[in-house]
């Protein structure tokens, strides 16, 4: 996330740790902010956005189907990776 604090003359890039391309940000004060994006991916600031932290799925987990024309294509690490916990929704 970058954040301009001077209407744009400069910009503070914020990591969120994820990967997930994000969709929106809301700050509902100037230190309390949610970002959602793919998968479900739901962060939660209170700090202006110098750190982010997941919003965890309560157990919940992603449903994941896999279609492929040709298995020899299959990227197994990839369906390992998104099939398990991490905040997906």
Same mark, same amino acid.
């Given at each position: 996330?970058?954040?301009?604090?001077?209407?744009? %003359?400069?910009? +503070?890039? &914020?990591?969120? *740790?994820?990967?997930?391309? #994000?969709?929106? =940000?809301?700050?509902?004060? @100037? !230190?309390?902010?949610?970002?959602?994006?793919?998968?479900?991916?739901?962060?939660?600031?209170?700090?202006?956005?110098? %750190?982010?932290? +997941?919003? &965890?799925?309560? *157990?919940?987990?992603?449903? #994941?189907?896999? =279609?492929?024309?040709?298995? @020899? !294509?299959?990227?197994?690490?990839?369906?390992?990776?998104?099939?398990?916990?991490?905040?997906?929704?």
């Amino acid at each position: 996330i970058w954040h301009s604090p001077d209407d744009g %003359r400069t910009w +503070i890039r &914020q990591p969120t *740790g994820q990967t997930m391309p #994000l969709n929106r =940000i809301q700050f509902l004060t @100037a !230190t309390h902010g949610c970002a959602v994006g793919e998968l479900g991916t739901i962060l939660i600031t209170d700090n202006g956005g110098d %750190r982010w932290r +997941i919003a &965890q799925g309560g *157990g919940r987990h992603v449903a #994941l189907l896999t =279609i492929h024309a040709r298995p @020899a !294509t299959l990227a197994p690490e990839l369906i390992a990776r998104v099939s398990g916990e991490q905040g997906y929704r």
